[in-house]
């Protein structure tokens, strides 16, 4: 087996990846055209003896004619006639005997063109060629490799169809649809995302997790990509143009409530806030805080601890 392509390599489809060894392939191909070609030739003989056969038979049978004519006027013996109508009928069956053999000849030269076409597939096969335009992200065999049907040779990604599965929480599917917007960020870019939106949503929730898929489209990709390579994903299902959002580590729980510390009159007070979407690191508030409010974070914040605030 020779490869065509490598690893990152891009592939057009219908062009070679991988050809395999095509020897005895082609000794099977050249046989069975060999054998069709002799066909062919034993038909065009054929052929010709039986023209030559059906003229003999038209010439014995004008002679029967003519002997019948000079018997009927008692011109010649019966036995003269019995040995030209014996030579007709002969004439006659030489002429059937070659129509069936041409038959049989044609029938056995079908058989040849068959095998002819199969061969030429078979050969073909032996030309591996790409089935639709892609990046070859793996290749499972070395030159030289012994391969059988069914074998993996390369992999190849159509990279207009690659997905990004996301997880989120059974708690927000009420909230995401097919088509929503999404970004998407890979570890390998800090900083920077790439536009996506929602392909389809999964309906098996993880019995561990509590989570389910999410499936993305990418409208494009870095520079440098791999299968299975991780990233976050970021789905905007709402736009508030004046919605208040907080960074989720700010976000304190008291008894199983969400809420946030506050500054009030130089103290820290927790209060109670109700969230809405998430969104990468931040999370919005629905309700317990206004515009103006100063969120507190810090690891010894208690209730009434004095807070001193600087310019």
Do not use: C
């Not at 038959?103 to 040849?112: F, H, I, M, T, V």
């Not at 030309?127 to 030289?144: Q, S, T």
């Not at 997790?209 to 990509?225: A, C, D, F, Q």
């Amino acid at each position: 087996m020779r490869t065509a392509v490598d690893v990152g390599d891009r592939a057009t489809a219908g062009t070679p990846v991988a050809r395999l060894e095509a020897a005895e392939a082609e000794i099977d191909l050249a046989q069975a055209v060999e054998q069709a070609r002799a066909l062919a030739h034993q038909i065009a003989e054929s052929e010709a003896q039986h023209r030559r056969e059906a003229a003999g038979y038209r010439r014995l049978d004008r002679e029967l004619a003519r002997q019948e004519d000079l018997r009927a006027r008692g011109v010649i013996a019966e036995g003269a006639l019995d040995i030209a109508r014996a030579e007709r009928d002969g004439a006659a069956a030489g002429v059937a005997e070659a129509a069936a053999r041409i038959e049989r000849l044609r029938a056995d030269l079908a058989g040849a063109e068959r095998l002819v076409d199969r061969r030429r597939e078979d050969l073909a096969q032996t030309v591996v060629a790409a089935p639709f335009d892609g990046v070859v992200v793996a290749r499972a065999r070395e030159i030289g490799d012994v391969v059988t049907p069914g074998s993996t040779i390369v992999e190849i990604v159509d990279a207009e169809t690659l997905i990004l599965s996301a997880r989120i929480d059974e708690s927000q599917i009420a909230a995401v649809e097919a088509g929503q917007p999404a970004r998407v960020s890979f570890e390998s870019e800090p900083g920077r995302s790439h536009a996506a939106s929602v392909h389809r949503i999964g309906r098996e929730v993880d019995p561990e997790t509590r989570e389910l898929i999410v499936e993305l489209s990418l409208r494009s990709l870095p520079r440098n990509w791999a299968i299975g390579q991780r990233g976050a994903a970021a789905i905007t299902v709402a736009h508030k143009a004046d919605a208040l959002a907080l960074p989720t580590d700010m976000v304190a729980h008291r008894d199983g409530a969400a809420g946030v510390w506050v500054l009030e009159d130089g103290r820290a007070r927790w209060r109670p806030i109700k969230l809405g979407a998430a969104s990468g690191d931040s999370v919005a508030v629905v309700a317990g805080l206004a515009e103006g409010d100063i969120a507190l974070d810090g690891p010894r914040l208690y209730p009434g601890a004095r807070v001193e605030t600087r310019p």
